[in-house]
């Protein structure tokens, strides 16, 4: 095989693979082949530029064509396994511990899928545990979205749980962090609390009786802002996480589950080590961001002489220019710039799912990144490259010509009108799949030419009913909104489409997979997925 067949071998290969080819990617696999490619790597990267330029031309389907004239070595790859320090077959217990204040995304599959493959691998099991003791972010509705999302990714939880129902215990462990002068009441104001942790200054508050006092933040003598319950830590460690850090806080706001029952709620950081040791979590993951709070798990739990699981982080999943903060997400929701927060542009469950993208992938796709701390932002196609590869195995084929033109043929034995793409209506031989082929005559003209051999294959209809696809992009664009990131398709699909029902999805030829979001009578809604 000479040179340029090589270059095409692999151009071909990666651009089938990544939608596009990179010369970059394909030299390096060129001189992996033919070392002697190096000796002259100006006149081969020239070369390089121009295959790749000439096949990042062609459409999906020529390059599928195309590729079928060459082998490839499949490498045998190696299963990556999820390994836990000191686990034991059939002991191991994860927990899955979201907040119930917004829609899952992107990054709580990962974690998700890392604790109960994890329990999956050592035959145990993964709890869901709802850490619900913020009043003012949470509600059902999250709850609930949060389990139909872990339902539609296939995860089963073993149990569930929810932080909230534990108040009253967490009430006498604090009382207990009292009895052991490790814990005490503090009514400075925030910007003083501020100040003093900067600066490892104790306050006053820290040498006051706090039983007292603690008693009167759950009487309800104390407003919201006006007490706090704070660890007695070490206000000159070098980890600003151990300096005196809240562990309860006053709350009045109603709580989507327990109501008004209570209005002094604990921190994050008081109930997790808590609720992991009673619930008896041998394996507690967590994204790394919590690092430097591993010792404040570790001492809130050798205080109250309770027994410690192994942590684990890993580090946090997103997708590049597509935000899963709420922060982010809220404001374009409520200013109606996405579709609520199912928006295909979303890397919300709700949105993979909107899209088009199977479950499968997700799970392919996080779990490529696995325990590791390395911080990952990939962009949208490693994802929709492993949907693609599932989807070509199930996926049925229809035809849908965007922004259409119509076309008389002349002399056909058959389907003397056809409707085919603007793009492809030029002058020029071409051939109807499926068909025969013609002779593009004039602007809306054509004549038969029988079967005789045609590169140029193009996808028509004849009877159609009228389709539009949603193309979403990137929802940012240098970290602000794009107002660009939706594009819009109208053309014609095959008469047959009008029989598919909402959510299935289907390969247009020439044209990508599309799932069919809405359906009237007159029309079709697409979304397009990959």
Known sequence: MDLKEIIKKFALKNALDYGKANPGAVVGKIIAKSPDAKKDMKNTMKLVNEIVSQINKMKKEEIEEEIKNYKFVEKKKEEKTLSLPNAEEGKVITRFPPEPSGYPHIGHAKAAFLDYESANIYKGKMLLRFDDTNPEKESQEYVDAIKEGLKWLGIKWFEESYTSDNIKSFYKYAEKMIEKDRAYVCTCSGDKIKENRAGSTPCDCRNLDPLPRW???????????????RLKGDLESNNTALRDPTLFRILPENHYRQKSKYFVWPSYDFVAPIMDSMEKVTHAMRTKEYELRNPLYFLILEILELRKPELIEFSRLQIKNAPISKRLITPLVKEKKVMGWDDPRLPTLSGLKRRGILPEAVKTFVLRFGLSKVESEPDWEMLLKDNRKLLDKISKHYFFVPDPVKIKIKNAPNNEIVYIPKADSEKGEIRLKDLFNIRITGKNSAEYLGD???????????????????????????????????ELVKGYAQKECSRLNIGDIIQFERFGFCRLDKKNKNKLTFIFSC
């Open 215 to 229: 008693k009167k933040m759950l009487s309800g003598e104390y407003k919201k802002g006006e007490a706090i319950l």
């Open 452 to 486: 005789k051999l045609v590169p140029k294959k193009v996808q028509w209809v004849s009877e159609y009913i009228e389709a539009e696809v949603l193309i979403p992009g990137d929802l940012l664009k240098d970290d602000k909104y794009n107002p660009d990131s939706l």
